[in-house]
């Protein structure tokens, strides 16, 4: 039996990450949607406000409700009641909500087109984003031991009030060191300041055109050493940096000796949570024709996102386990390198346009893109399904309280 502190102090850090993300949704939910009722019957309405308002206050109180359930295991914890495991099934009821999703995706799309949308489209969004993200999650971890719920509602909860906030927080800090090291730079060379001050005043004047933005940025965009920068950053330090952060949650219980598909299945669920509240927010500004097009590439965001931390998820629980440092290398490496092909892929359709790039070359540079992108889709489902098989054959049947170092009680 393990020591009762070993079990509360988890729990407290628990109750008080949820408790501050609930106050936080609260709050911001509240101002978001007094913004949207304002934006609709205020004496200064705008047509293209309500639906962005609205949307950013469902966002807040889906977050909510998914923080009550680890609100309610923290609080039954510290009072040492058991806390059941995940449901069984729940694999056949995702996959029953995938064909109310379709339904969905078609209703996004015509309200997206009305002049009720700022009514309608912000829950159609939520339920379209997070259905898919609660299927792959259960397609990942079927038939595996996903643990308690309070583990798995703690997993999802600190990803949206601790994960996605760190990685913002983290990423502006790099670019704001970055923006910091062209100043002092700059600072050395008279003539380019000049330049980019001019370059700054010019934005500044035409930023509401952007034929007249792309002619100004053009000749800087195809300098080599622009795109080069643009591509490091993008397709090598940010994924690199999320798929260290994303699993955070897993890294509190390093010191349980949680198996490889416990770690792989909590690396699902750290990633499902990183894409709900990223992909919910990309949607937010989108109402108009299209908005189904955004939502199904946003999907295959998700399943990056997802498919990534399950394999950083599997790869630290190797190495604390079973001191096996290769499976954590690989595990790394292996989704960075799906987020940087996913990355890189995805730029160059916003490129290509901008570097003056002719009509027909873009559509088909846009098919070649998109052609690859599902191929990647396709291979993440694949790398899923397989990791899926081999960790079922190697620990069905295994029982916890008979391999040393882990503590049924946790799980």
């Known amino acids: 039996m393990l020591k009762p502190d070993r079990l509360k102090t ?26 949207g009722m304002v934006s609709v019957f205020g004496p200064e309405s705008d047509s293209l406000y309500p639906v962005q308002f609205f949307a950013m206050g469902w966002v807040a109180v889906f977050v909510l409700a998914l923080l009550i359930p680890s609100l309610i295991f923290a ?17 056949q009821y995702a996959s029953y909500a995938m064909i109310f999703w379709l339904l969905l995706l078609a209703a996004g799309e015509y309200v997206a087109r009305q002049s009720f949308d700022w009514l309608v489209l912000p829950p159609i969004q939520i339920l379209v984003v997070a259905i898919p993200l609660w299927w792959l999650v259960e397609f990942g971890r079927r038939g595996l031991r996903a ?6 509602w703690c997993f999802l909860g600190t990803s949206l009030v601790i994960t996605v906030p760190a990685t913002m927080v983290i990423e502006l800090l790099i670019f704001g060191f970055l923006f910091l090291a062209a100043a002092i730079w700059l600072s050395g060379q008279p003539a380019v300041v000049r ?34 920068l643009i591509l490091v950053v993008m397709a090598g330090l940010v994924p690199l940096i999320e798929e260290l952060i994303k699993p955070l949650a897993l890294w509190g ?23 709900l509240l990223e992909t919910s927010i990309a949607l937010v500004s989108i109402n108009q ?35 096996r ?55 993440m489902l694949l790398i899923t399904y397989w990791m899926n098989r081999y960790l079922n054959r190697k620990y069905s049947g295994i029982i916890l309280t008979q391999i040393p170092g882990i503590h049924p009680e946790i799980n």
Not at 294 to 321: D, M, P, Q
Request: charged share 10%; with cysteine.
């Open 75 to 91: 609080i039954r914890r510290l009072n040492f009641k058991s806390v059941p495991e995940w449901p069984s099934h729940s694999f």
């Open 253 to 275: 219980l390093a010191g349980w000796k949680l198996k490889p598909s416990e770690g792989f299945v909590g690396g699902l669920i750290c990633g499902a949570g990183f894409a």
């Open 147 to 152: 643990g308690s719920q309070q583990r798995n």
């Open 325 to 379: 440092y290769l499976h954590l290398a690989g595990g790394l490496l292996s989704a960075v390198a799906l987020h940087s092909a996913w990355n890189a892929v995805s730029l160059g359709l916003g490129v290509f346009p901008v570097l003056g790039t002719t009509t027909n070359s873009i559509a088909g540079l846009a098919s070649v893109q998109i052609i690859i992108l599902l191929v990647l889709t396709v291979g």
């Open 289 to 323: 024709g299209g908005w189904w097009i955004l939502a199904v590439e946003r999907v295959g965001t998700g399943i990056l996102h997802i498919v990534a931390s399950g394999l950083v998820g599997w790869g630290f629980t190797s190495a604390w386990t079973e001191k």
């Open 195 to 228: 330049q980019f001050q001019d370059l700054i005043q010019r934005i500044s004047i035409y930023q509401a055109n952007p034929e007249i933005l792309q002619q100004i940025l053009l000749p800087y965009l195809q300098q080599p050493w622009v795109s080069s």
């Open 10 to 35: 988890p729990s407290i850090l628990q109750l008080i990450i949820t408790s501050i993300g609930i106050l936080g949704s609260i709050s911001l939910g509240s101002l978001m949607l007094l913004f």
